[in-house]
């Protein structure tokens, strides 16, 4: 059974940073870009960043571009959101997911084209 454990949540105040972690089980996803969504109270799921399977391309959500860092460590089926200077906007709920089509040339932002999601963890950000 495929698993997907986002973890490193919190309540942070605003200029501060942390490091979201997503840790696959179940099957390997080397071969799939993984990226990261986030929802926010009465507000549609939107993108955030997503990396390519190969870790050559990465894209990021104009809100967040210069802030966020998304990598992966395909030996560890993990991938990584390293947020610094958070805003209270960033305040959400963060969702790590994989990519349903394999080896995928390019990276989406569309969340209907990710096949497997995590459960979410919270993101507070105090002004």
């Known amino acids: 059974q495929v698993q997907l454990v986002e973890s490193g949540g919190g309540l942070v105040q605003a200029g501060g940073s942390l490091r979201l972690s997503c840790a696959a089980s179940?099957?390997?996803?080397?071969?799939?870009?993984m990226g990261w969504f986030r929802q926010a109270p009465g507000k549609e799921r939107e993108f955030v960043a997503a990396i390519s399977w190969n870790v050559g391309i990465t894209r990021y959500a104009d809100s967040v571009k210069g802030r966020f860092t998304i990598s992966r460590d395909s030996a560890k089926n993990t991938v990584y959101l390293q947020m610094n200077s958070l805003k209270p906007e960033d305040t959400a709920v963060y969702y790590c997911?994989?990519?349903?089509?394999?080896?995928?040339?390019?990276?989406?932002?569309?969340?209907?084209?990710?096949?497997?999601w995590g459960q979410g963890t919270q993101v507070t950000v105090s002004s």
């Open positions: 179940g099957r390997t996803f080397s071969s799939y870009a």
């Open positions: 997911a994989v990519d349903k089509v394999v080896l995928r040339a390019i990276v989406t932002t569309i969340s209907s084209q990710y096949g497997y």
